[in-house]
């Protein structure tokens, strides 16, 4: 859908420029009994997403399937200003400087990133969540006397395995993964104490793969005696509505900026990102734009810290992170000023709904819940593979199956929920079952 948005001013230049005072002027040359006068009979007015509902041609599928990558509503205008040639043809700067545009688009992501997790820092982008936990955890290994990498088994799957790739051939640092209590779907805190120690680096991801709420208080105060911390976020959205991740004392906060305004696209591309404490700047991948004055003290953007192998010497590069996502955190960036604070936290609070909804309905159908812990937009219940073909072959996608990754989650389905599902589909799916 186009963005057109003609203000009165507009159209009063508009008129002003062809010579005639109002819009009715136009249609001077037909003759009057010919023209309609009264009010077209039609529904609205409509917000931007019950209007594209109006022209959809063909019904599409109900979708209630998440795990890292989500639908949600994005603005015409992200569309539209990204689309401009001077945005979609850039390509990564080698010579940053003449490049102000860009730059500052990257810096405004940046900035809006920092601020939303809380951080002090964030870094340009990363190629996805996955990688940029895989980063993480290098940059930590680097640190003097981390030796062990804990990682939550609730943390996604894709990430835990992208992780282990990464550190495959680096035999002075493990991976460990620390179990989930099967009741509530939670980090088991007892455990986590357990193997927390000023030798490791600890991620948690929150909410986690389950769509479970961790109690971040607890695992802090545990997680303090660590020699690192970060919290892994692979929904966005919920940074709308969650406590700030920053706010628990986090040396580094990563994750998926995919939700803000980057569709789900076939899985990619995505948008990672990595916001850390000021201490850790010169230890983070990627690049860093700042703000500062030129010789004529003009504003001026340019790369602060540009720590990979394309500008300096390849061993003394903290990553091989050839990209910025530019493009993708420039959509973010688009989004983020569009929704604004309110905004986004209108969207959170209307996933959470909208996830409430669907589990009281499922409860009426007596279809509970695989976890009694509190969640965000996303949570897991039984369903067999039988039936969840025949819901795909009906045109409903109810979830994703994830027992291949978690054996002792017998026909686990992972169910998600955003403000782009209506209660018309959740009914549908109710009624189907």
Same mark, same amino acid.
């Given at each position: 859908?186009? =963005?057109?948005?003609?203000?009165?001013?507009?159209?009063?230049?508009?008129?002003?420029?062809?010579?005639?005072?109002?819009?009715?002027?136009?249609?001077?040359?037909?003759?009057?009994?010919?023209?309609?006068?009264? &009010?077209?009979?039609?529904?609205?007015?409509?917000?931007?997403?019950?209007?594209?509902?109006?022209?959809?041609?063909?019904?599409?599928?109900?979708?209630?399937?998440?795990?890292?990558? =989500?639908?949600?509503?994005?603005?015409?205008?992200?569309?539209?200003?990204?689309?401009?040639?001077?945005?979609?043809?850039?390509?990564?700067?080698?010579?940053?400087?003449?490049?102000?545009?860009?730059?500052?688009?990257?810096?405004?992501?940046?900035?809006?990133?920092?601020?939303?997790?809380?951080?002090?820092?964030?870094?340009?982008?990363? =190629?996805?969540?996955?990688?940029?936990?895989?980063?993480?955890?290098?940059?930590?290994?680097?640190?003097?006397?981390?030796?062990?990498?804990?990682?939550?088994?609730?943390?996604?799957?894709?990430?835990?395995?992208?992780?282990?790739?990464?550190? *495959?051939?680096?035999?002075?640092?493990?991976?460990?993964?620390?179990?989930?209590?099967?009741?509530?779907?939670?980090?088991?805190?007892?455990?986590?104490?357990? !193997?927390?120690?000023?030798?490791?680096?600890?991620?948690?991801?929150?909410?986690?793969?389950?769509?479970?709420?961790?109690?971040?208080?607890?695992?802090?105060?545990?997680?303090?005696?660590?020699?690192?911390?970060?919290?892994?976020?692979?929904?966005?959205?919920?940074?709308?509505?969650?406590?700030?991740?920053?706010?628990?004392?986090?040396?580094?906060?990563?994750?998926?900026?995919?939700?803000?305004?980057?569709?789900?696209?076939?899985?990619?591309?995505?948008?990672?990102?990595?916001?850390?404490?000021?201490?850790?700047?010169?230890?983070?991948?990627?690049?860093?734009?700042?703000?500062?004055?030129?010789?004529?003290?003009?504003?001026?953007?340019?790369?602060?810290?540009?720590? &990979?192998?394309?500008?300096?010497? &390849?061993?003394? *590069?903290?990553?091989?992170?050839?990209?910025?996502?530019?493009?993708?955190?420039?959509?973010?960036?688009?989004?983020?000023?569009?929704?604004?604070?309110?905004?986004?936290?209108?969207?959170?609070?209307?996933?959470?709904?909208?996830?409430?909804?669907?589990?009281?309905?499922?409860?009426?159908?007596?279809?509970?819940? =695989?976890?009694?812990?509190?969640?965000?937009?996303?949570?897991?219940?039984?369903?067999?593979?039988? &039936?969840?073909?025949?819901?795909?072959?009906?045109?409903?996608?109810?979830?994703?199956?994830?027992?291949?990754?978690?054996?002792?989650?017998?026909?686990?389905?992972?169910?998600?929920?955003?403000? !782009?599902?209506?209660?018309?589909?959740?009914?549908?799916?109710?009624?189907?079952?």
């Amino acid at each position: 859908m186009a =963005y057109l948005s003609h203000t009165k001013d507009t159209l009063a230049a508009m008129l002003s420029t062809i010579g005639i005072d109002d819009p009715e002027d136009i249609f001077s040359s037909l003759p009057q009994e010919l023209r309609f006068s009264g &009010r077209l009979d039609i529904p609205g007015p409509l917000d931007e997403e019950s209007l594209r509902r109006e022209f959809t041609c063909e019904p599409s599928r109900v979708v209630f399937a998440g795990g890292g990558i =989500y639908r949600h509503h994005i603005p015409a205008l992200v569309d539209a200003i990204a689309s401009r040639q001077e945005f979609l043809t850039a390509y990564t700067p080698y010579q940053p400087e003449i490049s102000q545009g860009t730059l500052q688009a990257i810096f405004e992501f940046q900035s809006m990133m920092a601020a939303l997790t809380g951080m002090d820092v964030s870094n340009a982008s990363m =190629y996805d969540g996955a990688t940029a936990l895989a980063e993480a955890a290098l940059m930590a290994s680097r640190m003097k006397g981390i030796r062990r990498i804990l990682v939550t088994r609730s943390t996604h799957p894709t990430y835990r395995s992208v992780l282990k790739t990464y550190l *495959a051939h680096s035999p002075q640092v493990e991976v460990v993964e620390v179990p989930f209590e099967i009741a509530t779907g939670r980090t088991d805190l007892k455990s986590f104490e357990g !193997m927390v120690g000023p030798d490791a680096a600890v991620f948690v991801q929150q909410p986690n793969y389950f769509g479970v709420i961790e109690p971040m208080e607890k695992l802090a105060r545990i997680a303090s005696r660590a020699g690192f911390r970060g919290i892994i976020v692979t929904e966005a959205i919920s940074l709308g509505v969650l406590k700030s991740p920053g706010s628990f004392g986090p040396d580094i906060v990563l994750g998926d900026a995919q939700s803000f305004g980057n569709p789900p696209a076939a899985g990619g591309p995505l948008l990672g990102f990595l916001c850390v404490k000021r201490e850790h700047i010169r230890r983070i991948p990627g690049r860093i734009v700042g703000l500062t004055r030129d010789a004529d003290e003009r504003q001026a953007f340019c790369l602060t810290l540009a720590t &990979r192998e394309q500008h300096i010497r &390849r061993e003394k *590069a903290t990553s091989n992170i050839c990209t910025n996502q530019g493009l993708c955190a420039l959509r973010a960036a688009l989004y983020l000023s569009a929704m604004g604070p309110q905004g986004l936290r209108q969207v959170a609070s209307q996933c959470a709904a909208g996830t409430r909804y669907l589990m009281r309905l499922l409860g009426e159908k007596g279809v509970s819940p =695989y976890f009694n812990a509190p969640v965000f937009h996303e949570f897991v219940i039984r369903m067999d593979d039988a &039936r969840r073909s025949a819901l795909e072959e009906s045109g409903i996608i109810p979830g994703i199956p994830i027992s291949s990754h978690y054996p002792e989650l017998e026909d686990a389905l992972l169910v998600n929920v955003t403000e !782009m599902n209506t209660k018309e589909d959740c009914r549908c799916l109710i009624e189907r079952l």
